[in-house]
Nanobody, 124 residues
Framework: QVQLQESGPGLVKPSQTLSLTCTVSGGSITAGYYYWNWIRQPPGKGLEWMAGIASSGYTVYSSSLKSRTSISRDTSKNQFTLQLSSVTPEDTAVYYC????????????????WGQGTQVTVSS
């Protein structure tokens, strides 16, 4: 059973860089043909896919967030990390990590394993 767990700060100040880590257990992030993704849900809105990193290490970004987003991984720790720079209050959301066979979808059904999510609030 694959399990994902997000970790990171609950509160970030505007203009700072948000860094979130997803720790994966029960399966290697380098195995198979999967994408390991970051997805967020702002209050009162739907899911928004942000970025994904393939088991091969190939990375893909949302065009709307690409200039501010970086995804990377630490295979020795079986973790992958999201960095989002120049945050604003509009980046306030629950951030999820999830595994999928593809990238880019905003639909829950397209991902088979999810973390529980972590609330991030951007406020001074």
């Amino acid at each position: 059973q694959v399990q994902l767990q997000e970790s990171g700060p609950g509160l970030v100040k505007p203009s700072q860089t948000l860094s979130l880590t997803c720790t994966v257990s029960g399966g290697s992030i380098t195995a198979g043909y999967y994408y390991w993704n970051w997805i967020r849900q702002p209050p009162g809105k739907g899911l928004e896919w942000m970025a994904g990193i393939a088991s091969s290490g190939y990375t893909v970004y949302s065009s709307s967030l690409k200039s501010r987003t970086s995804i990377s991984r630490d295979t020795s720790k079986n973790q992958f990390t999201l960095q989002l720079s120049s945050v604003t209050p509009e980046d306030t959301a629950v951030y999820y990590c999830a595994r999928g066979l593809d990238v880019g979808s905003d639909h829950q059904k397209d991902y088979d394993y999810w973390g529980q999510g972590t609330q991030v609030t951007v406020s001074s």
